[in-house]
């Protein structure tokens, strides 16, 4: 997949708020079930917009990686 930039969408909205989490707790923090509550959404729900922790957490990296490059 290719990294998005969080907009409005449902995806975007999952990517938006796991920013906030690790902004606040570091990588660590993100976890599916509590990202999940945080959305009011169910853990099944996440599910069908990220594989995984893993390519959640990747997807964060390249959002990031976006950032700096616009940045610089």
């Known amino acids: ?5 969080p907009g409005t ?3 975007g909205k999952i990517l938006r708020e796991a920013i906030e989490i690790v902004q ?15 959305l009011g959404y169910s853990p ?5 917009h990220v594989q995984n922790k893993r390519e959640l957490l990747r997807e964060l990296a390249l ?10």
């Open 24 to 38: 606040k707790y570091g990588a660590e923090g993100v976890t599916m079930r509590s990202l999940a509550e945080r």
């Open 44 to 48: 099944a729900t996440l599910y069908l």
């Open 63 to 72: 959002e990031g990686f976006d950032r700096l490059m616009e940045a610089v």
């Open 9 to 11: 969408s449902c995806r």
């Open 1 to 5: 997949m290719t990294s998005t930039a």
